[in-house]
Nanobody, 126 residues
Framework: QVQLVESGGGLVQAGDSLRLSCAAS????????MGWFRQAPGKEREFVAA????????YYADSVKGRFTISRDNAKNSVYLQLANLKPEDTAVYYC???????????????????WGQGTQVTVSS
């Protein structure tokens, strides 16, 4: 049984930082692209960042480029998202996702991801 468990969300002020974690189990972690998506109230789920097994290939949404950093520890089956200089518009539920590397040709497309976590809430006050 595949499980993705996110943690690290919380309530912060604008300009603050947070580190989200996602622990994966039940899958061959090295063969999966790991991604982060987010969904704000009343909005569609959107791509945030993704990383391939090699850790060399990373992808970011324009809205977070330069502020967020994705990383992964293949030995710990974990992926992380470092959020810096947070803005109120970053408020959302953040989801971790896993998609098979051979399938995920465009890491920004949610439909390529096979497994999803339950989400962790990030709230940024102004």
């Amino acid at each position: 049984q595949v499980q993705l468990v996110e943690s690290g969300g919380g309530l912060v002020q604008a300009g603050d930082s947070l580190r989200l974690s996602c622990a994966a189990s039940g899958l061959a972690f090295s063969t999966y692209v790991m991604g982060w998506f987010r969904q704000a109230p009343g909005k569609e789920r959107e791509f945030v960042a993704a990383i391939r097994w090699s850790r060399i290939s990373t992808y970011y949404a324009d809205s977070v480029k330069g502020r967020f950093t994705i990383s992964r520890d293949n030995a710990k089956n974990s992926v992380y998202l470092q959020l810096a200089n947070l803005k109120p518009e970053d408020t959302a539920v953040y989801y971790c996702a896993a998609g098979r590397s051979a399938v995920v040709t465009d890491p920004g497309w949610a439909s390529y991801y096979e497994y999803w976590g339950q989400g962790t809430q990030v709230t940024v006050s102004s």
